[in-house]
C-alpha cells in the first residue's frame, strides 16, 4: 500500500468490530483501513486465497461486509494476487532488509546520496557510502526517496536512476 498513489495513510488491525445480526454475535479485525487521496476510505482484508477459508470465517467476513453496508462503509477484499505485481519481492526485500537502519544511518545516506553521481548501481552506491549503509540505502529505495526499477531482483547490480526530485514525484 505504500506504493499505491491513492492511498494517503493507512492503519493494520485498526479496531475489532463485535455486533449481533439476528441472533448470531460476531467479531472481526479487519487486516487494514485505508484513507484514499480521494477523501474515501476502506476496511480491506488480504487472503493469498479466499477459496480456502473456513465456512466460519467466510460467514464472520459476509456478515462484517453487510455490517459495512448497513453504516455507509466500503469493505474490500483483496486477493494477494492482485497486491503481489511484479515489483512485490524487491519491495518485500527492501522493506526487511531496512528494518535495522537507525535514524543517525537514514539521515547520513540522505545527506550523501545528492553528491553521487547517477544512474548508479546498488554496488556502486554502497562503495561510495559507509559499509552499514545497506540498511539505509533499502529504507530510501522501499520509501521512494531513489528511483529504480522495483520489478527488477534486488542484488548489487540493480540500477538506481537517483534521488526522487520535485520534479519527478510531480
Known amino acids: 500500500m505504500e506504493h499505491d ?4 495513510r493507512y492503519w493494520a488491525q485498526p479496531h475489532v ?5 439476528g441472533t448470531d454475535k460476531y467479531r472481526y479485525a479487519p487486516h487494514f483501513l485505508v484513507a484514499k487521496d480521494d477523501g474515501g476510505g476502506c476496511y480491506c482484508e488480504v487472503q493469498e486465497s ?3 477459508v473456513t465456512a466460519q470465517r467466510r460467514e464472520t467476513v459476509l456478515a462484517f461486509e453487510a455490517f459495512c453496508r448497513e453504516h455507509g462503509w466500503q469493505f474490500h477484499h483483496i486477493a494477494s494476487a492482485a497486491v503481489h505485481g511484479p515489483a512485490f519481492p524487491t519491495l518485500q526485500k527492501l522493506y526487511l532488509r531496512s528494518l ?3 535514524t543517525e544511518e537514514l539521515t547520513i545516506c540522505l545527506r550523501l546520496l545528492p553528491e553521487l553521481v547517477w544512474p548508479a548501481t546498488v554496488r556502486e552506491v554502497l562503495s561510495a557510502l559507509t559499509a ?13 526517496q531513489l528511483l529504480a526499477d522495483l520489478s527488477q531482483a534486488l542484488n ?3 540500477v538506481i ?5 520535485g520534479e519527478a514525484s510531480a
Not at 498513489?5 to 494517503?8: A, I, L, M, T
Not at 552499514?132 to 521512494?144: I, N, T, V, W
Open 50 to 52: 479466499f477459496a480456502n
Open 100 to 102: 535495522d537502519t537507525s
Open 156 to 158: 548489487l547490480d540493480l
Open 17 to 21: 468490530f463485535t455486533w449481533t445480526a
Open 132 to 144: 552499514s549503509s545497506l540498511p539505509a540505502l533499502c529504507c530510501c529505495l522501499f520509501s521512494g
Open 5 to 8: 498513489p491513492h492511498v494517503e
Open 161 to 165: 536512476q537517483g534521488p526522487v526530485t
